[in-house]
Protein backbone atom coordinates (compact mmCIF):
# COMPACT_ATOMS: atom_id res chain seq x y z
CA UNK A 1 0.00 0.00 0.00
CA UNK A 2 2.93 2.13 0.57
CA UNK A 3 5.06 1.88 -2.23
CA UNK A 4 2.02 0.85 -5.17
CA UNK A 5 -1.91 2.15 -3.65
CA UNK A 6 -1.21 5.72 -5.27
CA UNK A 7 -4.54 7.08 -3.10
CA UNK A 8 -4.46 4.92 -0.03
CA UNK A 9 -1.22 5.57 1.60
CA UNK A 10 -2.85 6.30 4.90
CA UNK A 11 -3.70 2.31 4.89
CA UNK A 12 -0.16 1.82 5.38
CA UNK A 13 -0.87 3.24 9.17
CA UNK A 14 -4.62 1.87 9.74
CA UNK A 15 -2.86 -1.68 8.67
CA UNK A 16 -0.10 -1.40 11.02
CA UNK A 17 -2.07 -0.50 14.05
CA UNK A 18 -4.37 -3.48 12.96
CA UNK A 19 -1.34 -5.38 13.32
CA UNK A 20 -0.43 -4.64 17.00
CA UNK A 21 -2.93 -7.03 18.42
CA UNK A 22 -2.22 -9.65 16.28
CA UNK A 23 1.66 -9.50 16.91
CA UNK A 24 0.73 -9.00 21.32
CA UNK A 25 -1.48 -12.63 21.02
CA UNK A 26 1.67 -14.37 19.57
CA UNK A 27 3.41 -13.56 22.78
CA UNK A 28 0.60 -14.91 25.19
CA UNK A 29 1.30 -18.25 25.35
CA UNK A 30 4.92 -17.57 26.61
CA UNK A 31 4.02 -15.39 29.49
CA UNK A 32 3.09 -15.64 33.43
CA UNK A 33 -0.83 -15.19 34.28
CA UNK A 34 0.41 -11.48 35.43
CA UNK A 35 1.78 -10.94 32.26
CA UNK A 36 -0.85 -11.95 30.69
CA UNK A 37 -3.04 -10.03 32.42
CA UNK A 38 -0.48 -7.13 31.25
CA UNK A 39 -0.47 -7.62 27.36
CA UNK A 40 -4.06 -7.97 27.28
CA UNK A 41 -4.69 -4.95 28.45
CA UNK A 42 -2.46 -3.62 25.88
CA UNK A 43 -4.31 -5.75 23.58
CA UNK A 44 -7.77 -3.99 24.35
CA UNK A 45 -6.13 -1.07 23.63
CA UNK A 46 -4.81 -1.69 20.03
CA UNK A 47 -7.83 -4.43 19.13
CA UNK A 48 -10.25 -1.82 17.95
CA UNK A 49 -7.68 -0.95 15.29
CA UNK A 50 -8.26 -4.30 13.71
CA UNK A 51 -12.45 -4.32 13.12
CA UNK A 52 -11.77 -0.56 12.71
CA UNK A 53 -10.53 -1.59 9.23
CA UNK A 54 -13.78 -2.98 8.02
CA UNK A 55 -14.88 0.93 8.04
CA UNK A 56 -12.14 2.15 5.69
CA UNK A 57 -14.42 0.68 2.71
CA UNK A 58 -15.92 3.74 1.97
CA UNK A 59 -12.07 4.91 0.44
CA UNK A 60 -13.79 2.71 -2.27
CA UNK A 61 -15.59 5.64 -3.48
CA UNK A 62 -12.91 7.53 -4.12
CA UNK A 63 -11.74 5.30 -6.97
CA UNK A 64 -12.65 6.33 -10.73
CA UNK A 65 -14.16 3.01 -11.31
CA UNK A 66 -17.07 3.69 -9.22
CA UNK A 67 -18.07 6.65 -10.88
CA UNK A 68 -21.73 6.72 -11.94
CA UNK A 69 -24.47 4.93 -10.93
CA UNK A 70 -25.70 3.54 -14.35
CA UNK A 71 -22.35 2.93 -16.15
CA UNK A 72 -20.01 -0.10 -16.35
CA UNK A 73 -17.60 -0.27 -13.74
CA UNK A 74 -14.11 1.61 -15.08
CA UNK A 75 -11.29 -0.66 -16.29
CA UNK A 76 -8.42 1.71 -15.28
CA UNK A 77 -6.12 -0.88 -13.91
CA UNK A 78 -4.37 1.76 -11.21
CA UNK A 79 -7.96 2.36 -9.88
CA UNK A 80 -8.38 -2.05 -9.40
CA UNK A 81 -4.63 -2.57 -8.17
CA UNK A 82 -5.84 -0.11 -5.39
CA UNK A 83 -9.10 -1.23 -4.84
CA UNK A 84 -7.22 -4.97 -4.45
CA UNK A 85 -4.84 -3.87 -1.82
CA UNK A 86 -7.30 -2.07 0.18
CA UNK A 87 -9.64 -4.67 0.49
CA UNK A 88 -6.40 -7.36 1.01
CA UNK A 89 -5.31 -5.26 4.33
CA UNK A 90 -8.92 -4.81 4.66
CA UNK A 91 -9.29 -8.57 5.04
CA UNK A 92 -6.41 -9.95 6.10
CA UNK A 93 -5.84 -7.51 8.86
CA UNK A 94 -9.14 -7.12 10.02
CA UNK A 95 -9.69 -11.17 9.66
CA UNK A 96 -6.68 -11.69 11.39
CA UNK A 97 -7.04 -8.89 14.06
CA UNK A 98 -10.10 -10.10 15.07
CA UNK A 99 -9.44 -13.48 15.35
CA UNK A 100 -7.23 -12.67 17.96
CA UNK A 101 -10.61 -12.56 20.21
CA UNK A 102 -10.71 -16.19 20.27
CA UNK A 103 -6.90 -16.43 21.07
CA UNK A 104 -7.77 -13.97 24.46
CA UNK A 105 -10.56 -15.98 25.50
CA UNK A 106 -8.96 -19.46 24.94
CA UNK A 107 -5.43 -18.14 27.07
CA UNK A 108 -8.19 -16.70 29.64
CA UNK A 109 -10.11 -20.46 29.92
CA UNK A 110 -6.54 -21.93 30.23
CA UNK A 111 -5.34 -20.08 32.88
CA UNK A 112 -8.59 -19.81 34.95
CA UNK A 113 -9.62 -16.51 34.32
CA UNK A 114 -12.33 -17.11 32.80
CA UNK A 115 -14.42 -20.11 34.47
CA UNK A 116 -17.88 -20.77 32.49
CA UNK A 117 -18.92 -20.69 28.80
CA UNK A 118 -21.28 -18.04 29.63
CA UNK A 119 -18.32 -15.60 31.21
CA UNK A 120 -16.34 -16.08 27.80
CA UNK A 121 -19.49 -15.51 25.40
CA UNK A 122 -19.79 -12.01 27.95
CA UNK A 123 -16.33 -11.04 27.60
CA UNK A 124 -16.92 -11.49 23.72
CA UNK A 125 -20.00 -9.07 23.58
CA UNK A 126 -18.22 -6.61 26.12
CA UNK A 127 -14.97 -6.78 23.95
CA UNK A 128 -16.99 -5.90 20.55
CA UNK A 129 -18.57 -3.25 22.36
CA UNK A 130 -15.91 -1.68 23.70
CA UNK A 131 -14.59 -2.20 20.07
CA UNK A 132 -17.58 -0.40 18.60
CA UNK A 133 -16.96 2.92 21.10
CA UNK A 134 -13.45 3.14 19.68
CA UNK A 135 -14.41 2.43 16.21
CA UNK A 136 -16.98 5.53 16.82
CA UNK A 137 -14.58 7.85 18.61
CA UNK A 138 -11.88 6.98 15.75
CA UNK A 139 -13.92 7.21 12.83
CA UNK A 140 -16.01 10.46 13.97
CA UNK A 141 -14.22 12.16 16.24
CA UNK A 142 -10.57 11.52 14.65
CA UNK A 143 -8.86 10.00 18.11
CA UNK A 144 -6.37 6.97 17.35
CA UNK A 145 -5.37 4.43 20.32
CA UNK A 146 -1.74 6.80 21.07
CA UNK A 147 -4.71 9.40 22.20
CA UNK A 148 -4.75 6.93 25.10
CA UNK A 149 -1.21 8.11 26.43
CA UNK A 150 -1.10 11.79 25.02
CA UNK A 151 -4.61 12.94 25.92
CA UNK A 152 -6.10 10.19 28.71
CA UNK A 153 -8.58 12.29 30.20
CA UNK A 154 -10.03 13.90 27.25
CA UNK A 155 -9.95 10.45 25.64
CA UNK A 156 -11.90 8.52 27.96
CA UNK A 157 -14.56 11.41 28.51
CA UNK A 158 -15.10 11.56 24.90
CA UNK A 159 -15.33 7.94 24.51
CA UNK A 160 -17.60 7.00 27.98
CA UNK A 161 -19.27 10.24 28.92
CA UNK A 162 -20.39 11.93 25.24
CA UNK A 163 -23.35 10.16 24.01
CA UNK A 164 -25.55 10.41 21.47
CA UNK A 165 -28.40 8.27 19.76
CA UNK A 166 -26.84 8.41 16.63
CA UNK A 167 -23.28 7.09 18.84
CA UNK A 168 -25.75 4.00 20.45
CA UNK A 169 -27.09 3.08 17.16
CA UNK A 170 -23.82 3.13 15.13
CA UNK A 171 -22.28 1.11 18.18
CA UNK A 172 -24.77 -1.58 18.43
CA UNK A 173 -24.49 -2.13 14.59
CA UNK A 174 -21.15 -2.60 14.60
CA UNK A 175 -21.41 -4.34 17.80
CA UNK A 176 -23.97 -6.86 16.26
CA UNK A 177 -21.33 -6.90 12.94
CA UNK A 178 -18.07 -7.87 15.01
CA UNK A 179 -20.15 -10.44 16.57
CA UNK A 180 -21.39 -12.05 13.07
CA UNK A 181 -17.88 -11.48 11.72
CA UNK A 182 -16.23 -13.51 14.68
CA UNK A 183 -18.69 -15.71 14.37
CA UNK A 184 -17.64 -16.72 10.91
CA UNK A 185 -14.03 -16.80 12.01
CA UNK A 186 -14.95 -19.42 14.64
CA UNK A 187 -16.48 -21.38 12.17
CA UNK A 188 -13.92 -21.11 9.41
CA UNK A 189 -11.18 -21.88 12.35
CA UNK A 190 -13.06 -25.43 12.16
CA UNK A 191 -12.50 -26.24 8.66
CA UNK A 192 -10.20 -28.06 7.15
CA UNK A 193 -8.34 -28.88 3.84
CA UNK A 194 -8.77 -31.84 2.21
CA UNK A 195 -5.29 -33.97 1.85
Known amino acids: MLFFAKMYHFMALNVLLAYIPLEISFHFKQVGRRMFLLLGSFWLLFYPNAPYLFTDFFHLER ?57 GLLLIVLINFLSSLAIFVGRFDRLHSVHLFTKPVQTIQLIFFDWSVNKVLFVLLLTMMQLILLASIAGLKGLELIE
Open 63 to 119: LSIYQGMNQIFGQSLSDWLSFSLLTIGICVYGFLGMATVITVINESFQRNILKKKWQ
